[in-house]
Structure formats: structure tokens, C-alpha cells
């Protein structure tokens, strides 16, 4: 068992290594997010239109 002391010493010096981001590293990143999100929602509303499609002429339904 480790000693109480011993173990917020050892989390101030595992948290001083931490890097934060910048600013500009924060939006580049956010920037991205939104890019891929927006790609793979047009992706999945593309396939969710073609198998629409495909269910409907199997089935008959597109008369």
C-alpha cells in the first residue's frame, strides 16, 4: 500500500508532464471533427437513399 503523501506527490509530478494544446491546435482539430462528421453523415444518408431504393424495387413498392 502506498503512502497517502507519497501519492499526491507522485500526481502533482505525473501531472507537470502534461502538454495542453493551443489554441490554434485546438481549433485546427475542432475544424477537422466537423469536417469528418459532416462526410460521414452525407456518407451514411447516401447508403441509407441506395438501399431506400433497392428495398423498394425488390419489393415492388417504387410503381
Request: hydrophobic share 60%.
Amino acid at each position: 500500500m502506498i503512502n497517502p503523501i507519497d501519492f499526491v506527490q507522485q500526481v502533482k509530478r505525473e501531472i507537470s508532464k502534461v502538454v495542453w494544446p493551443t489554441r490554434k491546435e485546438v481549433t485546427i482539430t475542432t475544424v477537422m471533427v466537423f469536417i469528418l462528421v459532416m462526410l460521414a453523415a452525407g456518407f451514411f444518408l447516401l447508403a441509407d437513399q441506395v438501399l431506400i431504393r433497392m428495398v423498394k424495387f425488390i419489393l415492388g413498392l417504387g410503381a
